[in-house]
């Protein structure tokens, strides 16, 4: 799949930001999405996965512990897309942003990059202080 993501910029302390993750290629209701991010000089980090119809997925949502306060996953049908919203940004989110895709269409081992086999170009998200 050719995924775009969208969303990203300059954002001050405090805000919030909704990122977008779309394809043309097929429809991502078929596919298990999940979100990363990958600040300067740090590994690529898990944040959510949502489950997709190659699975018999229904959809479930899965955000990291350490996230599910402030992170929220989900799709939009219509649009063709899944989202990530970003609440109480701070400098420490400030992060280039990724979307993939499983055609398992599951969330087992989602925390894994390895699990999934389409990503997208990425989009910065940078949160001044």
């Known amino acids: 799949l050719a995924l775009v993501e969208s969303g990203g910029g300059l954002v001050q302390s405090g805000g919030s930001l909704r990122l977008s993750c779309t394809t043309s290629s097929d429809s991502l209701t078929n596919y298990a999405v999940g979100w990363f991010r990958q600040a300067p000089g740090r590994e690529r980090e898990a944040i959510s996965c949502?489950?997709?119809?190659?699975?018999?997925?229904?959809?479930?949502?899965y955000v990291a512990d350490s996230k599910k306060d402030r992170f929220l996953t989900g799709r939009d049908n219509a649009e063709n897309m899944v989202y990530l919203e970003i609440d109480n940004l701070t400098p420490e989110d400030t992060a280039v942003y990724y979307c993939?895709?499983?055609?398992?269409?599951?969330?087992?081992?989602?925390?894994?990059?390895?699990?999934?086999?389409?990503w997208g170009q990425g989009t910065s998200v940078t949160v001044a202080s």
């Open positions: 993939a895709t499983s055609p398992t269409g599951l969330c087992l081992r989602s925390r894994e990059p390895t699990m999934y086999d389409s």
């Open positions: 949502i489950t997709g119809s190659f699975g018999k997925g229904d959809g479930t949502a």
